[in-house]
């Protein structure tokens, strides 16, 4: 199993930028996708990014394509997601996940290993 440790959320205005940060433990990093996902008060949690296990492919929902950049660094153990242009919708708990496969999958239901999640407010 891997250990997922989410960093970087916060108060940020519209308009501004954060940067999240899954830190990973346990196992060898690079057999895992990993994906973000969210989950606001009242909504379904969401996938809305995803990278493969080496970095080379990657996945972003309409929602916040264009403004999210997911990236890994496999050597430091580490996923992240770089958030620009925020906006109020985009307040929400962030999570990482992590899963064995190598077949992309974005169903919250396919990853095995989560993190604890980091709050994300947008707020003027």
């Known amino acids: 199993q891997v250990q997922l440790v989410e960093s970087g959320g916060g108060l940020v205005q519209p308009g501004g930028s954060l940067r999240l940060s899954c830190a990973a433990s346990?196992?060898?990093?690079?057999?895992?996708?990993v994906a973000w996902f969210r989950q606001a008060p009242g909504r379904d949690r969401e996938s809305i990014a995803r990278?493969?296990?080496?970095?080379?492919?990657?996945y972003y929902s309409k929602s916040v394509k264009g403004r999210f950049t997911i990236s890994r660094d496999n050597d430091k153990n580490t996923a992240y997601l770089q958030m620009n242009s925020l906006k109020l919708e985009d307040t929400a708990i962030y999570y990482c996940?992590?899963?064995?496969?190598?077949?992309?999958?974005?169903?919250?239901?396919?990853?095995?290993?989560w993190g604890q999640g980091t709050q994300v407010t947008v707020s003027s």
């Open positions: 990278i493969s296990q080496s970095g080379a492919n990657t």
């Open positions: 996940a992590a899963t064995h496969t190598y077949r992309s999958v974005n169903d919250d239901g396919a990853y095995d290993y």
């Open positions: 346990g196992r060898t990093f690079g057999d895992y996708q």
